[in-house]
């Protein structure tokens, strides 16, 4: 947590990482503050500079962005070529000893096909949260600007 001024921000998901095939996106990020962020690769940053900001305002957030993905547009077909995958937790029902059903949060990784096709209501219905955005490397590498 952070305080500027008054302000507080959380950056609980704002975090990047990184291993030998994949970098990893806190969700909480908006495009502007990964620009800004020293961690976030030079190629990365050139693909947001050049394609995804002529399509979406700076200061919209990557849990935002992918919630309300469309298939078939300028930025799906971008993110496709990146190869990213989605790590989300979801609502499930699960049986306890007693036979009582609760309900508990689930991690899964989906991909992007996968994320899209699931509807709004779906979503919404099943409590989805989208925590971290998962960029594979060699999609980045082979992704020509």
Same mark, same amino acid.
Do not use: C, W
């Given at each position: 947590?952070?305080?500027?001024?008054?302000?507080?921000?959380?950056?609980? @998901?704002?975090? +990047? #990482?990184?291993?030998?095939?994949? +970098?990893? #996106?806190?969700?909480?990020?908006?495009?502007?503050? #990964?620009?800004?962020?020293?961690?976030?690769? @030079? /190629?990365? *940053? &050139?693909i947001?500079?050049?394609? %995804? $900001?002529?399509?979406?305002?700076?200061?919209?957030? $990557?849990?935002?962005?992918?919630?309300? %993905?469309e298939?078939?547009? @300028?930025?799906?077909?971008?993110f496709?070529? $990146?190869?990213?995958?989605? /790590? +989300?937790? !979801?609502?499930?029902?699960?049986?306890? %000893?007693?036979? =009582?059903? *609760?309900? =508990?949060?689930?991690?899964?990784?989906?991909?992007?096909?996968?994320?899209?096709?699931?509807? $709004? &209501?779906r =979503?919404?219905?099943?409590g989805?949260? !989208?925590?971290?955005? !998962? !960029?594979?490397?060699?999609?980045?590498?082979?992704?020509?600007?």
């Amino acid at each position: 947590m952070k305080i500027k001024g008054n302000v507080t921000q959380y950056e609980d @998901f704002k975090y +990047v #990482l990184q291993d030998v095939g994949a +970098v990893y #996106l806190g969700a909480g990020f908006s495009y502007e503050e #990964l620009l800004e962020h020293e961690m976030v690769p @030079f /190629k990365l *940053k &050139a693909i947001l500079t050049h394609y %995804l $900001l002529k399509e979406v305002s700076p200061d919209t957030t $990557l849990e935002s962005q992918f919630y309300y %993905l469309e298939e078939n547009t @300028f930025l799906y077909e971008t993110f496709q070529q $990146l190869k990213i995958r989605i /790590k +989300v937790q !979801i609502q499930e029902p699960k049986r306890t %000893l007693s036979g =009582k059903t *609760k309900i =508990k949060y689930q991690e899964r990784i989906f991909s992007l096909q996968e994320l899209v096709q699931m509807n $709004l &209501a779906r =979503k919404k219905a099943s409590g989805m949260l !989208i925590r971290e955005i !998962i !960029i594979s490397k060699l999609g980045m590498m082979t992704f020509s600007l």
